[in-house]
Structures are given as structure tokens and as C-alpha cells.
């Protein structure tokens, strides 16, 4: 590995890291305080309605994240992988730094829940745009035998932004009283984007272009039209990359934003206990993509999916009878195994939906996939889980809703070819 592969490494990794930071404190915060503090007289009537209110403004930002993956893939596949990139990274930032400052419903209203789903939106749009250039440029600077363990620098961006939002909030919650908390300490979170937006445009403006790029833009024009190109003649790779992301990003968004609100609220667990189990459990999410990464590297990208989805499968129902014993260690044990296969059926991802598409599309293509699939997985998710708990009075229920995805994406993943060593060069499609 040289130094500029190394530095390709960090850009992505540091860059990821961030832009999920941002991404998941406002998911926490939705579970934690956003009801009382920007849907008071909602919270006033029905605390439980706030919070599935509060947890559904996590998925509106979803809905926006195709049109990100549409505008970034489109520039990503005609201007580079590296200006979006540093594009979505400010965008994000910024979002999440004016949330931070946002007055609440007590001082301004109505126009406090607007503005809060607007900054909310721009986060998705941005995240929409991030995965699929971060992972593009880890894999098309990866040599052939390595794709799945590079492809996998960018992913783990989602565990350690996890770990730095949940530690984040749990310093708060420590330092702070629960009055002293909701009144002015979760906002610390969100202005200390800040910070590290500064930190990530430094370390991926020193990132080189990807060298597949660079050889589209030295033998072929530009497309006129990527997306018309993209749904002629990929339309079925772009479905089978959404389905395969579903379960994943479902059973995610339980660890980033369901299980800290379903522990504290409904089983009476303390909090900072509660976001210790979280922090645990994405160490292990994050060791897990790597080794899932690693192990698609052996035995191929989609055994590999497989292997990750049938463990998180057949774990659901136990998990909750383990969480529902409200002992934190068990808690804490029932998110660590949840975690495995999370980490398999995330590590593979970032190589296999590269190797799925061609150079000239490859941007849209796999930031399109990557966003249809968290708007059917991830977006409602928390939500979901929400409601299924008070509507039937037990978990089981969200474990249920689970493996029904997990059996979706099983089958998706199924009907992927093994593209595992495809060619990322132009040799995929004739050159125009």
C-alpha cells in the first residue's frame, strides 16, 4: 500500500466517519428530546405520538436521499468522485451545526418543527450523496484481490460515526443533569460538527481522483445522459442492490436510533448504561464489517451477505426476549450478536455494487441502489418498531418485521451474479 493509497483510505474513512456522525446524533436526539422540545403540544397530549412523530422525521430525510444519489451520481460520474465528495461533506455539516442553534417550539413556534425537517432534509440529501463516492474511490483504488477489505474503509464510517455520536451524547448525559440536558446539553453534539467538518475537508482535499475515472475521462466523452443510460441497461442491478440493502439498514437503524429509546423509555434502563451497550455494539459492528470485507475477499461477496443475513435472521427473537429481561448486560449481549451479522452483510457491500455496474455509471448506479434501499429498510424503521410495540404490547413483533426483510434481501442477494474480480476498468462497455 502506498501513500497516496493510504491517504485515499483516510479520505474516505475520515469523511464517512463525519458525514454519519451528523447524520446519526439527529437520530438520537429524535428518540431522546426532540418531541418535548419541537412537537410540544403534540408531547402535551401524547408523549407516545411525539416520539413516533419525532422518530418518523429520521425517515422524511430518507425520501430526499435519491435525489442527493441522483445529483451527486450524475456530477460524481461526469466531474469525479473526489468534488462530490467534498460537496456532501459541507452540505452536512452545515445542516447539522444550524440544528444545533435551532430555536425550539417555546420560543418560535410552529416554525421550529419546519425548520427542523428542512435541515433535516438537506442531511439526507447530502447522505445521499456521500456512500456511494466514498465507496467508488476506496474500490477503484484497490487491487483486485483486495476489493472487499478496502470497499470496507468507507463502511466502517457508519460504526465509528456511531460510536462518536453515542459517545458524544453520553458524555453529555454524564456531565450534565436531565434537566441541564434537555434545556442545552444535546445541542453540544451537533455544534461540534463543526469542528470536525474542518478536519475532514483537510484530510480529503488532499485525496487523489480515482484512477478508473481518470482513464473514463481520457478515453470517452462524458455521457450526456447517465441516468437514461442507467435505467436502460442496469435497471435490474439498480432494484437488486436496493433489495439487498433493506434488511441491513433496517436491523441497523434499531442499533442507531430504536434500541436507545426502547431501553430508556420502555424498559426503564438508564440512559448512559444504555448508550454504553450502543457504543459496545458498534466496536463490534465496526470489527465485523471489516472481517465481512476480508472474508467476501475469500469466499465471495454474495456467501458472504448470506451468511450475515441468516445470522441476524434467526438471532431476532432472541434478542428481544434477552432485552426484555431489562438486565443491561444482557441488553448489551443481545446488541453484540446483533452486531455480527450486521458487520457481514455490510462489509462486502462497497466492492460488490462496484463491481455491479460499469465505470460510466457506476456513481449513479450505486449511490441510487444504496438510497432506494435505506428508504425501504432504514427510514421508517425506528418508527415502525415504535409503533408495532404499542400497537401489539410486545417486541417480538419488531423481531418478526425484521426476518420478513432479512428473507427479502436473502433472496435479492441470491440473484446476484458473483461479481466478485469483475473488471472495474472500461473493458465493461464499449467506449463511445
Not at 433496517?250 to 430504536?258: R, V
Not at 451497550?277 to 472474508?295: D, E, I, K, P
Not at 456467501?303 to 441468516?310: E, L, S
Request: some cysteine; glycine content about 12%; charged content about 10%.
Amino acid at each position: 500500500m502506498t501513500a497516496d493509497d493510504r491517504k485515499v483510505l483516510a479520505g474516505t474513512l475520515a469523511g464517512t466517519t463525519i458525514e454519519w456522525y451528523d447524520f446519526f446524533i439527529y437520530a438520537q436526539a429524535a428518540g431522546l428530546v426532540f418531541g418535548p422540545l419541537f412537537l410540544a403540544p403534540v408531547n402535551d397530549r401524547s408523549e407516545g405520538l411525539a416520539t413516533i412523530i419525532s422518530l418518523a422525521t429520521i425517515g422524511i430525510s430518507f425520501l430526499f436521499r435519491p435525489l442527493g444519489a441522483i445529483v451527486a451520481g450524475r456530477y460524481g460520474d461526469r466531474l469525479g468522485r473526489k468534488r462530490m465528495l467534498v460537496m456532501t461533506l459541507l452540505l452536512m455539516g452545515g445542516a447539522t451545526t444550524m440544528i444545533g442553534l435551532l430555536p425550539t417550539y417555546g420560543s418560535i413556534g410552529v416554525a421550529a418543527p419546519i425548520a427542523l425537517i428542512l435541515l433535516r432534509i438537506v442531511q439526507g440529501f447530502s447522505a445521499g450523496g456521500e456512500w456511494g463516492g466514498a465507496a467508488l474511490l476506496a474500490v477503484e483504488h484497490a487491487p483486485r484481490e483486495r476489493r472487499g477489505l478496502w470497499g470496507t474503509f468507507p463502511q466502517i464510517g457508519v460504526p465509528i460515526g456511531l460510536i462518536l455520536a453515542t459517545g458524544v451524547l453520553w458524555i453529555m448525559s454524564t456531565v450534565t443533569t436531565p434537566e441541564q440536558f434537555q434545556a442545552w446539553g444535546w445541542r453540544v453534539p451537533f455544534l461540534l460538527s463543526l469542528t470536525l467538518i474542518v478536519i475532514g475537508y483537510l484530510v480529503r482535499r488532499a485525496v487523489e481522483e480515482s484512477p478508473v475515472f481518470k482513464e473514463l475521462q481520457q478515453r470517452t466523452k462524458t455521457s450526456s445522459a447517465p441516468l437514461h443510460d442507467l435505467f436502460r441497461g442496469h435497471s435490474r442491478n439498480v432494484l437488486l442492490t436496493a433489495l439487498v440493502f433493506v434488511a441491513n439498514n433496517a436491523a441497523g437503524y434499531l442499533l442507531i436510533a430504536y434500541f436507545i429509546s426502547y431501553g430508556t423509555t420502555a424498559l426503564g434502563l438508564p440512559r448512559p448504561s444504555v448508550l454504553l451497550a450502543t457504543v459496545a455494539g458498534s466496536v463490534a459492528w465496526l470489527v465485523f464489517t471489516l472481517y465481512g470485507g476480508a472474508l467476501s475477499d475469500r469466499i465471495g461477496r454474495v456467501r458472504t451477505f448470506q451468511i450475515g443475513y441468516a445470522l441476524v435472521f434467526v438471532w431476532m427473537i432472541p434478542l428481544f426476549l434477552l432485552m426484555e429481561t431489562r438486565g443491561i448486560w444482557l441488553f448489551t449481549v443481545a446488541i453484540l450478536v446483533l452486531a455480527v451479522g450486521l458487520g457481514l452483510s455490510y462489509g462486502p457491500m462497497s466492492a460488490m455494487y462496484a463491481e455491479m455496474f460499469p465505470a460510466s455509471v457506476r456513481y449513479s448506479g450505486a449511490a441510487i441502489g444504496y438510497a432506494l434501499g435505506a428508504i425501504l429498510g432504514g427510514a421508517f424503521a425506528p418508527m415502525i418498531a415504535e409503533a408495532l410495540v404499542r400497537s401489539t404490547g410486545s417486541a417480538l413483533s419488531v423481531g418478526g418485521y425484521i426476518m420478513v426483510l432479512c428473507v427479502i434481501s436473502l433472496v435479492a442477494v441470491t440473484a446476484v451474479k458473483e461479481p466478485r474480480g469483475t473488471d472495474l476498468g472500461l473493458s465493461q462497455q464499449p467506449i463511445a
